[in-house]
């Protein structure tokens, strides 16, 4: 039987065949809407398989997009890689079609509250930690959005006892309509996807969009440390809980001699040693702080709370260990797409780092980025449509030893050329990979796969 909600003999038109636009044009068309899925892209250039769509009866209008697909429209659902505020879009405004993301529509079909990550750096470790510590509360949990499945599938996968975790980008945000989940969290928030968003107030307030719609009955989770997270509890209507890594807050969970430490309405207490965590660096203590902080409210217990953090090996593609050859480790971090989280990871080391960095430039300021390379990096290996940019900038900064190569696996080659111990070579472009790639997980693995080839 068909599960009757609001989207039942609704006419949808779902906007990009990706992950998410694929997976909830699928699940529409079984909730009894009447599913158009169009891509820009024509048939040939997409590298995902719609025979399921096809045979479920989903339409596929693949190619040049005009208003004409608009017609007799009830609403436009917007995966996470098209823009808001493409002309399509603007007319579909201009006649009033309702215009949605994908985890707007998640939100509408869950049972389950939902908690939600953002912020520029860090989502994926702390959704990913805060999967693993709600887990230790028996309740069923579903991680997604951002990362892993599309979250309206995860949504339909649990019923009103349990979590959906979500990680949420600014992408995402841009058509949050009635969203609101119970707990969120804003990590910090620092320049990026200013192709997409123009303005750093623009990407602000679509971040800011994760608690607009909180009411006194829900939580937001901030990062005391950073000044304009801090600033957002002016607008944020939920009761709100500060983290700080950096000094011991009246309330809230910060570090304490060493201690990931909890005080909230008169209870206190030690969570875990930082020096007992497997990740490490000071960005991952504060991703650790915010997902014990959510954790808590969630109803996790200080002591699994604990056992987690001492068992956690971080994820995929952040600053992951891939091998060590004749001394010299080698360390995946193909997820920093901006120069704030390659800063993050160039200050996990000591120094001696042979960094290979660059790709679809995002055309973010770099003067901090090199600075730190300066100080921490024997060789800068740069590549891709930054490469050039990258090259003066750190030039500028008197970076020395700076490398020019036409490939990525040029890169890895010059790089295990010049690597000698102590060195360490990391992968952490400061860079989207679309010039080169299809998305930052790809451009991971085939680092790997290159670098488990070396000698």
């Known amino acids: 039987m068909i599960k009757q909600t609001e989207f039942f003999t609704k006419k949808i038109l779902v906007l990009g065949a990706g992950v998410s636009g694929i997976s909830v044009a699928d699940i529409l068309q079984q909730l009894g809407a009447q599913v158009t899925l169009s891509d820009a892209k024509p048939a040939a250039k997409i590298d995902k398989d719609l025979s399921r769509l096809k045979t479920n009866g989903v339409r596929l209008a693949l190619g040049n997009q005009t208003e004409t697909l608009l017609d007799g429209i009830d609403y436009i659902v917007l995966s996470p890689g098209i823009s808001i505020y493409i002309p399509l879009v603007a007319a579909a405004q201009i006649r009033g079609i309702p215009v949605m993301s994908e985890v707007e529509v998640a939100y509408r079909l869950s049972s389950a509250p939902i908690i939600a990550i953002t912020g520029t750096n860090g989502k994926t470790t702390t959704t990913t930690l805060l999967g693993e510590i709600l887990k230790t509360t028996g309740r069923q949990v579903a991680v997604g959005g951002n990362i892993g499945a599309a979250l309206s599938e995860q949504a339909l996968t649990v019923g009103p006892d349990s979590f959906v975790v979500a990680e949420i980008s600014s992408f995402q945000l841009e058509g949050a309509i009635n969203f609101k989940p119970h707990i969120a969290a804003v990590l910090n928030l620092t320049p990026d996807h200013l192709d997409r968003h123009h303005t750093m107030a623009a990407y602000q307030e679509m971040k800011e969009r994760i608690f607009i719609r909180q009411d006194k009955n829900d939580y937001i ?130 120094g001696h780092i042979i960094l290979i960095a660059g790709g ?26 930054a490469g050039p940019r990258f090259a003066e900038a750190a030039a500028q900064q008197g970076v020395r030893n700076i490398h020019s190569v036409p490939s990525f696996p040029a890169a890895v080659t010059l790089a295990h050329k010049l690597a000698q111990p102590p060195q360490v070579v990391l992968l952490s472009p400061a860079c989207a990979s679309y010039d080169m790639f299809n998305n930052y997980e790809e451009r991971g693995k085939i680092f790997k796969d290159l670098v488990c080839r070396l000698g």
């Open 221 to 350: 989770i901030l990062n005391y440390d950073d000044v304009t997270v801090r600033g957002m509890a002016a607008r944020a209507p939920g009761n709100i809980i500060y983290f700080s890594r950096r000094q011991c807050l009246a309330q809230g969970f910060y570090v304490d001699s060493g201690n990931i430490t909890l005080n909230w309405a008169g209870k206190t207490g030690v969570i875990c040693a930082v020096s007992d965590m497997q990740i490490k660096g000071g960005h991952n203590v504060e991703n650790a702080l915010a997902a014990c902080a959510v954790g808590y409210f969630a109803g996790a217990s200080l002591e699994n709370m604990a056992a987690v953090l001492k068992a956690f090996p971080g994820v995929e593609h952040r600053i992951e260990p891939v091998r060590e050859i004749a001394g010299v480790s080698y360390y995946n971090d193909s997820k920093a797409t901006n120069p704030e989280s390659t800063i993050k990871a160039l200050e996990a080391f000591a």
């Open 360 to 385: 679809r430039d995002k055309n973010t300021d770099l003067t901090e980025f090199m600075q730190l390379a300066k100080e921490r990096v024997d060789h800068l290996i740069v590549m891709g449509e």
